[in-house]
Nanobody, 125 residues
Framework: QVQLAESGGGLVQAGDSLRLSCAAS?????????MGWFRQAPGKEREFVAG????????DYRDSVQGRITISRDNAKNTVTLRMNSLRPEDTAVYYC?????????????????WGRGTQVTVSS
């Protein structure tokens, strides 16, 4: 089992950058998990933002963040990072880190086994 804790959210202006971090802990090996970042805005369903494979060699992004957001991981430090640039008001949401006990990146929330509590990102126009 793994516990996930997000940090780094906040209130920024459109065009600004933010760096979200997710720290994993527990009696497990971090590198066995495919990791993902999701977000959920008020009144909307949780949606996939980015995912990264176990080794970090493969990544996947939703179309609306492609080129603005980068996901990375450090298996030695048990962390996954989401670097977000050129933020837009529509990026406002609670951002969640998630871990899936599977090979291969998946965009489906139900495929992820563990979730953090989320961190709020608010982008003002």
């Amino acid at each position: 089992q793994v516990q996930l804790a997000e940090s780094g959210g906040g209130l920024v202006q459109a065009g600004d950058s933010l760096r979200l971090s997710c720290a994993a802990s527990g009696r497990t090996t971090f590198s066995i998990y495919t990791m993902g970042w999701f977000r959920q805005a008020p009144g909307k369903e949780r949606e996939f933002v980015a995912g990264i494979s176990r080794s970090g060699g493969s990544t996947d992004y939703r179309d609306s963040v492609q080129g603005r957001i980068t996901i990375s991981r450090d298996n030695a430090k048990n962390t996954v990072t989401l670097r977000m640039n050129s933020l837009r008001p529509e990026d406002t949401a609670v951002y969640y880190c998630a871990a899936a006990m599977r090979a291969g990146i998946t965009r489906r929330p139900r495929d992820y086994d563990y979730w953090g509590r989320g961190t709020q990102v608010t982008v003002s126009s």
